[in-house]
Nanobody
Framework: VQLQASGGGSVQAGGSLRLSCVASGNIPRVHVIKWFRQVPGKERDLVASSTSLGSTSYADSVKGRFTVSRDYAKNTVYLQMNRLKPEDTGVYYC?????????????WGQGTLVTVSS
């Protein structure tokens, strides 16, 4: 399983970016892909998640501004980020966990940097 994240960049506050996470390999039909954000010196925080069955969830800090969606034909999960704030700055990673509760493995994309200036 491989995850390839892209789409980061530098924007001013109020702007928008769309991140992409392309998944490849032996991914189960039912799976969850999550987006995390990490800033220097801190752990990765969950931003949004998307199940292959169509449900989504968001951190309170991004609700109403971020939208996660999928293109099933392209095996791609998108994170549309609108009305960006300086506190959204960080490296964004996509993630999935494959396996059951006794034998699971985490897979991470390589991270894409988002910088929001005030």
């Amino acid at each position: 399983v491989q995850l390839q994240a892209s789409g980061g960049g530098s924007v001013q506050a109020g702007g928008s970016l769309r991140l992409s996470c392309v998944a490849s390999g032996n991914i189960p039909r039912v799976h969850v892909i999550k987006w995390f954000r990490q800033v220097p010196g801190k752990e990765r925080d969950l931003v949004a998640s998307s199940t292959s069955l169509g449900s989504t969830s968001y951190a309170d800090s991004v609700k109403g501004r971020f939208t996660v969606s999928r293109d099933y034909a392209k095996n791609t999960v998108y994170l549309q980020m609108n009305r960006l704030k300086p506190e959204d700055t960080g490296v964004y990673y996509c993630h999935t966990r494959i396996g059951d509760e006794w034998n699971a493995k985490d897979y991470w994309g390589q991270g894409t940097l988002v910088t929001v200036s005030s």
